[in-house]
């Protein structure tokens, strides 16, 4: 039985988009931040007091926090190359769902297949967190280009807010209850001090797949009909380079692309490696890393919401400059950062900037965009741009990590990406997005 249609801006609709949020969002958290860094570490990590910890990959000696830096950038090059033509030939022919479908799909199967990763098989984990990377930023395009086709302009602030407070939320329930089980496996009968980890990874999958269902079932597979005649892949070229035109014409464009490449490169790259800076740097314990993600998580929730009305009370470009300056000042004092209730205190604080940005890009990237049907083709631009900055900044913290032996001049380094975002983006803070 096919799904009701409903109305653009009608509440139904608009929840169902941001379930997808509570849905993948599991993935950021437990297998980006949280559960799987901390146990990638911990299954590689030979000797806890030695400066570096080297893995064999493939026959490659490599440390193994570079190496896994080195996969995350891996996996958003891949993004980079694909997502713009995938994207145009979406456009071009009026789906994106089943694209969105796909890239769901492949990675919470590679995240549910993580539950084989057990340190003896680093190519494997590897290879799976890749897949499973390329399955959520792939997933996201799409996702997010759907949120000028649910919402009015007007209600996109809030709707964009609402999937990442939903995305926050969700994503603290599971991994509560993947954090009692590792820190209690004898409540749940288990004495394998690895598999509740592994188990969380199983759980993700499932979690991620099952949730988005609600969501497919009602976003509309069909945005616009397909075009007539030609071949779909060069019709996608075609598609893509049209967009491109209207991007490079655009001067507010021009300049907020940019602007988000450089703050979101940062922004990224803290949320990525921040347990690895905890563990590798402060040598704090796996219990303390797991609450303070926690913290974070919870204080995002309360920001993308703050947020979202200060960008109604300032506009949404204002709001974006703030928490970019509030992320500068983030950056120096975490390089000071020496012990834990130190670190605690900068998670909070990136807790309430974090959701903030995310939440205020996406909506005004959507009211940027020119009238269009072509929405897949310019998200895709904005996800180059946030993958691009993802692959560049884990990409050189990396780099700085295996040259260095630490982290602390990395830390440093992202302040320098806040900085040329906010160079950007300034020119643009009197821009009226209201209608």
């Known amino acids: 039985m096919a799904p009701q249609q409903y109305e653009k801006g009608s509440k139904k609709l608009i929840n169902a988009w941001a379930m997808y949020d509570w849905a993948n969002s599991v993935y950021s958290l437990v297998i980006t931040s949280a559960v799987f860094p901390i146990y990638y570490n911990a299954v590689t990590t030979t000797d806890k007091n030695a400066v570096r910890n080297d893995v064999d990959f493939f026959g490659m000696s490599i440390e193994n926090s570079a190496l896994l830096a080195y996969a995350i950038s891996f996996s958003f090059m891949v ?57 959520f930023g792939g997933s996201i395009v799409f996702y997010n280009s759907y949120l000028p086709i649910i919402a009015h302009p007007e209600q996109q602030d809030k709707v964009s807010a609402r999937g990442f407070s939903m995305g926050y939320f969700g994503s603290v329930l599971l991994l509560v209850f993947n954090l009692v089980m590792i820190q209690k496996p004898d409540l749940f009968g288990i004495t394998d001090p690895g598999l509740p980890a592994r188990i969380s990874f199983l759980m993700v999958g499932i979690w991620w797949a099952g949730f988005a269902q609600y969501t497919f079932y009602y976003l509309p597979s069909k945005v616009f009909e397909r075009k007539a005649g030609g071949n779909v892949i060069a019709r996608g070229f075609q598609e893509l380079l049209k ?111 974090m959701g903030g940005v995310q939440a205020l890009s996406r909506s005004t990237y959507s009211k940027l965009l020119p009238e269009t049907k072509d929405h897949a083709s310019f998200f895709s631009f904005y996800d180059v741009a946030e993958k691009l900055a993802t692959m560049l900044g884990t ?41």
């Not at 479908?101 to 799976?128: D, R, W």
């Not at 990406?417 to 009197?430: D, M, T």
Request: net charge positive.
């Open 79 to 135: 993004l980079v190359l694909i997502m713009p033509i995938i994207s145009s030939i979406s456009d071009y022919i009026g789906r994106r769902k089943i694209f969105m479908q796909f890239f769901c799909y492949m990675g919470a199967t590679a995240c549910a297949s993580l539950f084989f990763f057990t340190g003896e098989n680093v190519e494997f984990g590897i290879i799976a967190s890749v897949i499973a990377s390329i399955g």
């Open 243 to 353: 967009v491109f035109k209207q991007v490079k014409a655009d001067p507010r464009l021009r300049l907020f692309l940019p602007g988000f490449f450089f703050y979101i490169m940062g922004v990224l790259t803290v949320i990525y490696l921040a347990s690895t800076f905890g563990t590798d740097e402060l040598k704090l314990d796996s219990g303390f890393l797991i609450m303070t993600i926690l913290v974070i998580q919870l204080v995002a929730i309360l920001g993308a919401v703050i947020f979202a009305n200060l960008s109604a009370r300032i506009g949404n470009l204002p709001a974006i400059i703030t928490a970019v300056i509030i992320w500068i000042f983030i950056c120096f004092a975490g390089y000071f950062v020496t012990e834990k209730w130190g670190f605690l205190a900068m998670a909070g604080a990136v807790g309430m900037v």
């Open 395 to 435: 990409l050189s913290f990396g780099i700085l990590v295996d040259i260095t032996g630490g982290m602390r001049t990395s830390i440093l380094m992202l302040a320098i990406f806040f900085i040329l975002g906010l160079l950007f983006i300034w020119p643009l803070r009197k821009v009226d997005l209201s209608h």
